[in-house]
């Protein structure tokens, strides 16, 4: 018997589809756009949108562990988000935290890994300390790792690699011509985090936004068009399902069938 609690079942009754095993995605990542727009559709304040979009996430999460996804990354704040008024910025510090406070125990409980990836400068010592305490709460488990992005740039984290990569080699621990593709990616923030197979963004837009941008060079992309609110793990499996049947070559290719020429 399993020692966590199993998620709960969708209000509906809805089951995750039944994807072959091996056409699952181990990493979906997850840009949960649309809440501003949510929240002025029903005349209410931009931070309206945020806070519903915190039950949206959950369900999400749920619905990955029921599929067999082992990893979820979720794009909570990106270094771009500085630019916002300083009351949106000071309610998102706010909520991240919170949210992580609220949600810690739960996670624990399902099995699942949490961890945090993104800069530290600018970013709330509260914010870190409660990241920080739900990666050493819940660093056994081994269900699921939901990847907390705050403070979060795909090329902020590109840039900060190839600083530490620049210091070791000035440092004499590194050559230059011993640097790969795979030296690189043990410099990022998270790096056993594995490549991302699914990018989901949702509310309709098209746009990567500057989210693992390295982590996601191979990544297939699903754009749902649905607010964040609104998004559930429902809207998560129809992606997985749309990846289920995408031709992954990496570059690769199938010779194509040539049909011979009959002579008499």
Same mark, same amino acid.
């Given at each position: ?16 589809? +039944? %994807?072959?095993?091996?056409?699952? =995605? ?7 756009? $649309? ?7 029903? @005349? ?7 806070? +519903?979009? !915190?039950? +949206? ?10 599929? @067999? ?21 000071? &309610? ?5 935290? *919170? ?11 399902? @099995? ?5 990836? #993104? ?12 990241? !920080? /305490? ?17 403070? /979060? ?18 440092? #004499? ?10 030296? &690189?990616?043990? /410099? ?5 985090? =594995?490549?991302? *197979? ?5 509310? $309709? ?5 500057? &989210? ?18 609104? &998004?559930?793990?429902?809207? %998560? ?9 995408? *031709?992954?070559?990496? #570059? @690769? ?12």
């Amino acid at each position: 018997m399993s020692k966590f609690r199993p998620p709960s079942q969708h209000p509906t009754g809805a089951r995750p589809p +039944a %994807l072959p095993k091996e056409t699952v =995605p181990k990493h979906v990542a997850i840009i949960m756009d $649309g809440n501003g727009r949510w929240a002025k559709q029903r @005349g209410l304040p931009r931070t309206a949108g945020h806070t +519903a979009g !915190e039950a +949206a996430l959950f369900d999400v999460i749920e619905g990955a562990l029921e599929l @067999g996804v082992k990893y979820v990354s979720a794009y909570a704040f990106s270094t771009e988000n500085w630019k916002r008024s300083p009351e949106e910025v000071r &309610f998102l510090m706010n909520f991240n935290r *919170d949210t992580i406070h609220r949600r810690r125990d739960e996670f624990h409980e399902m @099995g699942i890994r949490v961890r945090w990836a #993104g800069r530290r400068p600018r970013l709330w010592r509260s914010v870190i300390n409660e990241l !920080e /305490y739900a990666e050493e709460l819940t660093k056994r488990n081994d269900l699921l790792t939901f990847t907390m992005c705050v403070n /979060y740039g795909g090329r902020a984290e590109v840039a900060d690699a190839a600083a530490r990569i620049a210091a070791d080699v000035q440092a #004499g621990r590194l050559k230059p011509d011993r640097i790969t593709e795979k030296t &690189f990616a043990r /410099y990022l923030d998270e790096p056993d985090l =594995p490549d991302v *197979d699914l990018l989901v963004r949702s509310s $309709g837009e098209m746009r990567t936004s500057n &989210f693992m941008i390295w982590q996601a060079a191979y990544a297939e992309f699903v754009s749902v068009d649905t607010l964040w609110p609104d &998004f559930d793990r429902r809207h %998560l499996w129809y992606a997985c399902e749309v990846y289920a049947k995408r *031709d992954r070559r990496f #570059g @690769g290719a199938i010779p194509n069938p040539v049909v011979p020429t009959l002579t008499s």
